[in-house]
Each structure stands twice: as C-alpha cells, then as structure tokens.
Nanobody, 129 residues
Framework: QVQLVESGGGLVQVGDSLRLSCAAS????????MTWFRQAPGREREFVAG???????????YYTDSVKGRFTISRDNAKNTMYLQMNSLKPQDTGLYYC???????????????????WGQGTQVTVSS
C-alpha cells in the first residue's frame, strides 16, 4: 500500500521559513516524479513545485512563478523523502500543502492533477501578517 505522509507545516510570520517533508512508502520512490501542490481556502488546488526522477544523474525541477527564488524542492532517494524549503513566506503562501507522485516528467503534465497516481493527506501552512 502506497503512503505519502507530509509534515513540517505550521503557523509562521511573514518572512519566516519552513521546510516541508514528504515521506513515501510502498512505491519505488526513485522512479517517481514527486511534486508539491497547495490549496488555499476557497481556491482550487494548484501546482507549486516538482522534481523528476533522475535521468542519469540529472534531476529536473519546476516551480510555479510565484515561488521561484523563494522555494527549493529536493529529494533524498535513500530516505524515500522529498522536501520543500520555503523561505520569505508570504500570506498568499497559506494553504494545505500536498505531496503527490507521478510517473510523468513533462512539465505541462506535472501541473495537472489528472496525471498523478498517489496523494498525501496534506500539511497546513499558515503565514500570518
């Protein structure tokens, strides 16, 4: 049984940092592209960042425009864990953050929920002004 378990969320102030983790089990983690989505109250779930499985020794990372330069996605295949380092947090970063796994690697597919095989339950991030 595949499980994706997010952690690391919390209540922070504007400008603070958080690091989210997504621990995976029940799947060949190194073979999946891993992604963060988020959902703010009253809004649809949106793509935040993704990191592909390695092609050779190269991982490809993708970010939505609003987090570029502030968020960094990474993965540790030995620990079956993905991370999202979030710096300079803003109130608009508030939301429930989900991790998800897919076999796709094309950026245009990674931003669409349809292509995902597995989802976590989410961890709440609240940025207070």
């Amino acid at each position: 049984q595949v499980q994706l378990v997010e952690s690391g969320g919390g209540l922070v102030q504007v400008g603070d940092s958080l690091r989210l983790s997504c621990a995976a089990s029940g799947l060949t983690f190194s073979g999946y592209t891993m992604t963060w989505f988020r959902q703010a109250p009253g809004r649809e779930r949106e793509f935040v960042a993704g990191i592909t499985w390695a092609r050779g020794s190269v991982y490809y990372t993708y970010y939505t425009d609003s987090v570029k330069g502030r968020f960094t996605i990474s993965r540790d295949n030995a620990k079956n864990t993905m991370y999202l380092q979030m710096n300079s947090l803003k109130p608009q970063d508030t939301g429930l953050y989900y991790c998800a796994a897919t076999l796709e690697t094309l950026e245009r597919k990674l931003t669409t929920e349809y292509w995902y095989n597995y989802w976590g339950q989410g961890t709440q991030v609240t940025v207070s002004s």
